[in-house]
């Protein structure tokens, strides 16, 4: 569900919208969405109901659409870190972007959402993502997220 390529790490992005295209952008590459702008529109309509940062300086971005063919997550940590909300000053430092069929949105996307958040309560973890000198690295961490 997870793969390097959808791994980006110390780039710099202008916003959350900038961000959360680039990864789109490589799910497309990998032929996990067919349309990355349906597929955005559900991400940033989901955005306009309800922040997804959820403390801890995380945000996890989802997005529910036909445009997804291939259940997925990717990952940034953005550098220089993003202001996610223009009501919320906390800095963006880990982001993970979800994207499910339409028909798995009730188990798949629970699911994952379960996972990653159970995860990033722990410090620790949190603290490990932040310092990991790799894309390996970083993938050795989240494929045990994703896949637990």
């Known amino acids: 569900m997870i793969e390097k390529e959808l791994l980006v790490v ?39 109901e309800c922040s997804t940062a959820i403390g801890f300086s995380v945000a996890i971005p989802h997005g529910k659409s036909e445009s997804v063919k291939i259940p997925f997550v990717a990952f940034a940590r953005p550098q220089p870190f993003i202001q996610w909300d223009n009501n919320n000053e906390e800095e963006i430092k880990l982001v993970f972007l979800i994207g499910v069929p339409k028909e798995q949105e009730g188990t798949v996307h629970l699911k994952i959402l379960a996972n990653i958040s159970r995860k990033l309560i722990d410090e620790e973890f949190r603290s490990s993502l932040l310092q990991a000198s790799s894309k390996e690295e970083l993938y050795g961490l989240l494929t045990e997220v994703v896949q637990s």
């Not at 959350?16 to 590459?29: D, G, P, V």
């Open 10 to 48: 110390d780039e710099a992005f202008k916003n959350k919208e900038e961000l959360i295209y680039s990864l789109s952008q490589k799910a497309n590459k990998l032929g996990k969405v067919s349309q990355v702008s349906h597929y955005m529109q559900s991400v940033l309509k989901r955005e306009e």
